[in-house]
């Protein structure tokens, strides 16, 4: 019953930015990793940023510097602050959350429903 909502997306210009927000709800003990991917070109979903609960990141090389991950626990949501965008970031972005449902349990991950951001130059 954990469900990951995804919000912000939409049409941009080249050059400017968009947030993606993504909140978590649900049966929710605690939230490890999370993290935004998009599809790219292939049939597998490309890392785009990465957080752990920590505040680690990590980012893809080609949108180090431009993008920015960051997680606010206590509202179980994860965004993406999106900067000095590009053409090529138009894709469907989806997010990512490693949960823990139970105090005892194991930790499954989850997606969100994907949210399309296009850049028109």
């Known amino acids: 019953q954990v469900q990951l909502v995804e919000s912000g997306g939409g049409l941009v210009q080249a050059g400017g930015s968009v947030r993606l927000s993504c909140a978590a709800s649900?049966?929710?003990?605690?939230?490890?990793?999370m993290g935004w991917y998009r599809q790219g070109p292939g049939n597998q979903r490309e890392m785009v940023a990465t957080?752990?609960?920590?505040?680690?990141?990590n980012y893809a090389d080609a949108v180090k510097g431009r993008f920015t991950i960051s997680r606010d626990n206590a509202k179980n949501t994860v965004y993406l602050q999106m900067n000095s965008l590009k053409p090529d970031d138009t894709d469907v972005y989806y997010c990512?959350?490693?949960?823990?449902?139970?105090?005892?349990?194991?930790?499954?991950?989850?997606w969100g429903q994907g949210t399309q951001v296009t850049v028109s130059s």
């Open positions: 990512n959350a490693h949960v823990r449902p139970v105090s005892s349990g194991p930790t499954y991950g989850y």
């Open positions: 649900g049966s929710i003990f605690s939230i490890n990793g």
């Open positions: 957080i752990t609960s920590g505040g680690s990141t």
